[in-house]
């Protein structure tokens, strides 16, 4: 219903629509910037189904800025909006190149004969998303065994909730658990994340995965940039290889746009969203995929004893409902946690030493997230319950 609307509002000025079907959204990104279109997805991301967005996409494949966002809202409330003469109105024409041209892509960026030379076995989740299609082309054409869950696209997420959390996945991680399989993968809804399973059914924090990306891809002198929820563990690694880390706000067209500004190939958030500058100046969960397979097959090592090269830290993530002022509860906790490095970019971050809180307001949900980090294990659960009490 949504996308009829948006078609004929659009076909309704005099322009026309190009019509790419379901795809994952970096998949439509990537044909915008191939062919210098702007573009318009109905997606909800990761959200349960009644929540559905309308994510407007810039002619180079970039999510819209605020500012350019803001400005269509003028144009509409200010009802400036140009309607043509009937015999002027747009057409719309079904193209249905897109998952090809974007399948490629991913391709191009990885070294398919090392991948092949592997035959890597894997359970892939599409959890009845946007790559219940893409995701198992690209890998069946890697020379992966291949067995699929949920590959076919379901809107109500029947079969899971679409966010890939580990209580979420429960088939797939009992699936590589069995020693069948080299990995195990899944997508949220639309796709422009992966998270990843190792061959003893371990789920793996998205947070490891953009380090096991900037630990093997960058150069020294590069630079690194993601946002404050991120862990300590992609500074150690710059800090190893000479490069510099750029802290964002959270967001992922935040991270996107900021790669741009300071000319920046790898970026990231430790939810499973990796950036490839080098592919686009977007999340990418396709390209995500023949990232990890691609330092699979170039190191020869398992993703477990990959992981075991990576600076261990731990993150607790918790949602609470929104239901006062969030300026109260910054309040409450730095009152709670006196002395503590105060950081105000987004929402509040408190940091002692590797201890960090972070609390901010969702962007898509009325709820608050809070994320609380150290070393260890036991520390950053103790820090989320201290919090807790605080909210509540």
Request: glycine share 8%.
């Amino acid at each position: 219903m949504i996308m009829d609307s948006v078609i004929g509002g659009i076909l309704s000025t005099g322009a026309s629509v190009k019509n790419i079907g379901v795809l994952p959204t970096p998949a439509v990104q990537f044909y915008c910037k191939k062919n210098s279109i702007p573009g318009v997805i109905i997606t909800a991301s990761h959200n349960p189904p009644r929540f559905n967005g309308i994510k407007c996409i810039d002619m180079d494949g970039t999510e819209l800025e605020r500012t350019k966002e803001e400005k269509i809202e003028e144009i509409y409330y200010d009802n400036k909006f140009h309607i043509a003469q009937w015999q002027h109105i747009g057409t719309e024409i079904q193209d249905n190149s897109a998952a090809e041209l974007y399948i490629n892509g991913v391709m191009e960026r990885i070294d398919l004969n090392k991948i092949r030379e592997k035959k890597f076995r894997v359970v892939f989740d599409a959890g009845n998303g946007a790559a219940f299609r893409t995701t198992p082309e690209l890998l069946s054409r890697l020379g992966v065994s291949l067995v699929t869950l949920n590959a076919n696209p379901d809107g109500l997420f029947t079969s899971r909730e679409s966010e890939p959390k580990p209580e979420n996945l429960k088939y797939l991680i009992e699936l590589a658990k069995s020693g069948e399989f080299n990995l195990g993968i899944a997508h949220d809804g639309d796709a422009d994340r992966a998270v990843f399973i190792d061959e003893n059914g371990n789920f793996v924090d998205g947070d490891v995965t953009l380090s096991i990306f900037v630990k093997n891809y960058i150069r020294n002198g590069e630079k690194v940039v993601t946002p404050v929820s991120s862990s300590d563990s992609v500074d150690d690694i710059c800090k190893e290889k000479g490069a510099e880390v750029i802290r964002t706000r959270v967001g992922a067209p935040i991270v996107s746009r900021t790669m741009i500004d300071q000319r920046a190939r790898l970026g990231g958030e430790e939810n499973g969203g990796i950036i490839y500058g080098d592919h686009q100046y977007c999340r990418d969960g396709a390209m995500t995929v023949g990232i990890i397979l691609d330092i699979m097959a170039k190191t020869g090592k398992k993703l477990s004893e990959i992981i075991r090269d990576i600076p261990e830290y731990h993150i607790t993530r918790k949602t609470f409902p929104r239901n006062s002022d969030f300026s109260i509860i910054k309040e409450r906790l730095i009152s709670a946690f006196p002395g503590w490095e105060k950081d105000e970019r987004d929402g509040i971050k408190l940091r002692k030493g590797h201890d960090w809180i972070l609390a901010r307001p969702s962007g898509t949900e009325p709820i608050i997230r809070v994320f609380t980090h150290s070393r260890e294990i036991e520390t950053s659960r103790k820090l989320s319950e201290e919090v807790k009490k605080i909210i509540s």
